[in-house]
């Protein structure tokens, strides 16, 4: 008995360490971006909501590919996608985001709550967590630092949810023809190279115990091209 008391003592002391670990630095959500977002889940997924909520079933890895924590929030801050970012547009106005953000000194910033929708990855935003590493250039190249608390998030993330699948942003095209699949329209694809091949078999390595499911292999797409 004294030994079962004395696990459930430490499981609770490392879950409030999680918490505080996390540092809350919310994107602007308000309104609009609650109607970008409800509008993006009914137009790209078919999904009729009346909240921006997902049921997280997969985290999926990034890079922001600017330089720095400031940059990389204020790009994804506003609720409405900047002039600088044609190729998405069309597919919608909600502004990219992810509900995480891990600068190049190992902090781990949240920018939304867990379960709400963020705009991160194409086909798969309505089940995904996103994890934005900052950096990812051959000028700033993502750190141990970032490693280590990446690994330290999945585990958190895959603790609190049924995470089934862990994959890296340049994945996501393998989920075509997948149950998770939604995206309505096939001509919206964009290729994506983040966070880097041994960056992501970094983490799957340390991760391997939490049983994540495969990542599927590609449909065969034949002579088309993917964009």
């Known amino acids: 008995m004294k030994s079962f008391l004395t696990l459930v003592f430490f499981t609770m002391t490392l879950l409030s360490c999680g918490s ?21 889940l009914y137009k790209r997924y078919g999904l009729k909501q009346t909240e921006p909520t997902i049921v997280p079933q997969m985290v999926v890895v ?25 190729e998405i547009a069309n597919a919608s106005g909600l502004n990219v985001s992810s509900q995480f953000m891990v600068d190049r000194d190992g902090s781990i910033y949240r920018l939304m709550p867990e379960t709400t929708m ?12 996103g994890i934005e590493n900052v950096g990812g250039t ?12 990446n690994i330290w998030l999945v585990k958190y993330l895959a603790d609190k949810y049924d ?24 001509g919206y694809r964009t290729k994506k190279s983040d966070p880097g091949d041994q960056f992501l078999a970094d983490i799957r ?10 990542v599927p292999f590609p449909e065969k797409k034949g002579s088309e091209k993917v964009l």
Do not use: M
């Open 20 to 40: 505080k670990r996390i540092i809350d630095r919310p994107v602007q959500f308000g309104q609009e971006r609650t109607d970008l977002t409800l509008d993006y």
């Open 62 to 86: 990034h890079y922001t590919v600017i330089p720095t924590l400031e940059a990389s929030f204020d790009a994804f801050n506003d609720p409405k996608l900047p002039n600088w970012r044609p």
């Open 118 to 129: 963020a705009r991160h990855v194409i086909g798969l935003n309505h089940c995904a967590i």
């Open 138 to 149: 051959k000028e700033t190249p993502l750190t141990a630092k970032q490693l280590e608390a």
């Open 163 to 186: 995470i089934k699948y862990l994959i890296g942003h340049s994945e996501y095209i393998n989920f075509e023809g997948h149950e998770l699949w939604l995206e309505v329209d096939d």
């Open 205 to 214: 390595s340390a991760t391997q115990d939490l049983g994540f499911l495969p």
